[in-house]
């Protein structure tokens, strides 16, 4: 047999047997995830990413904790192997306030909530005001660069005119209960109950003969007894489960603390978070109007009225339909 002959019978072969990933297998090579943590000395991220979390290599960028970030994933096995950097471009510097100096060419300031000690070279700053803070590559704050008369995102306000003072605080808040209301069937629990995230998950829309449904996440007393004297942000986490084909989830205010009996009801702006693919988290700032009802009490819980089908996990699920909350308390 000759050489030539050998080395068609191989070509044959290769061609016949498949050498990739099947025609109906998911091939997307990126996956979209949450960054929990960075590890500049290990160059890796922490990652909320279909349903869990885990280090990653990573690759230098401005990533801001609790933003989504792109995370390149094998593309045969499937698993996430790297983060590629955040969907969205921060900018090269950052606004925060001055808390105390220049001392010695440095200057103390307060940048989305952490404290930094930095060089200023140049500039009359005032403890109190803002100041702009060049980042590295990795988007920490590592110089500042010039004073600003604008607020600064998080600034320590000052103290009320009746001689009380307010602090700045935080807050991390799971749903109490979960689960999803089917119009058509007047009632609770009768859709995918047995798939996913059984009832806990949250669906919203119309698909696949389900008529009109309304996924509900309630939260009980938990944001009014934070006692806010107001809430600047509001960030409502949630992971896809596998059912749909990436609707973009919108949710509106609802005045449940605990499921009702019927239907939800719901009111106020909604918001809409970035659509995604399954088992991967999305996340959206909800409107000043729904915070202010959370910290009054008047809203308890959110409910999914978008038009496209998707669902998404409750309970069942770490980190999904989780509201970070930036608040003011009395001292």
């Known amino acids: ?11 044959m072969l290769a061609r016949a047997v498949p050498q990739g990933p099947d025609q109906g297998d998911d091939t997307a090579v990126f996956a979209t995830g949450v960054v929990r943590d960075i590890d500049t000395v290990k160059r890796r991220a922490r990652v909320a990413l279909r349903g869990g979390e885990t280090w990653l ?6 990533y801001k904790i609790g933003a989504p970030v792109r995370v390149l994933l094998d593309p045969t096995a499937g698993r996430p192997i790297l983060v590629a950097g955040p969907v969205d471009v921060r900018p090269p510097a950052l606004l925060g306030q001055v808390i105390s100096g220049p001392t010695g060419g440095y200057l103390t300031v307060l940048v989305e909530g952490t404290q930094y000690t930095l060089p200023a070279p140049m500039g009359a700053y005032t403890v109190g005001a803002s100041a702009w803070a060049m980042t590295d590559d990795w988007g920490a704050p590592f110089i500042v660069i010039g004073p600003s008369s604008e607020i ?3 600034a320590i ?11 700045n605080a935080t807050a991390t808040i799971g749903p109490q209960s979960t689960g999803t209301y089917r119009s058509s069937f007047g009632s609770w629990d009768t859709w995918g109950n047995d798939i996913h995230g059984g009832v806990a998950d949250i669906y919203q829309g119309e698909g696949y003969g389900s008529g009109p449904l309304i996924g509900l996440a309630c939260y009980g007393d938990q944001v009014v007894n934070l006692g806010a004297v107001g809430i600047q942000k509001m960030t409502l986490t949630a992971v896809r489960n596998g059912s749909g084909s990436g609707g973009a989830l919108t949710v509106q205010g609802a005045p449940h603390g605990s499921r009702p009996a019927g239907a939800p009801s719901s009111s106020g702006s909604t918001a809409t978070a970035p659509a995604v693919g399954a088992g991967t988290a999305t996340a959206v700032d909800l409107p000043s109007d729904v915070c202010e009802a959370f910290r009054t009490g008047s809203t308890k819980g959110l409910t999914a009225v978008g038009a496209a089908y998707a669902g998404f996990g409750g309970t069942t699920v770490p980190g999904s ?5 930036q608040y003011t308390r009395n001292a």
Request: overall charge negative; aromatic content about 8%; cysteine-free.
């Open 152 to 154: 600064a995102p998080g």
């Open 157 to 167: 306000l000052p103290p009320p005119p009746a001689g009380g003072s307010v602090v």
């Open 57 to 62: 290599p990573a690759i230098a960028a401005r």
């Open 1 to 11: 047999m000759s050489d030539d002959f050998d080395l068609d019978y191989v070509g």
């Open 321 to 325: 339909f989780v509201l970070s909350i």
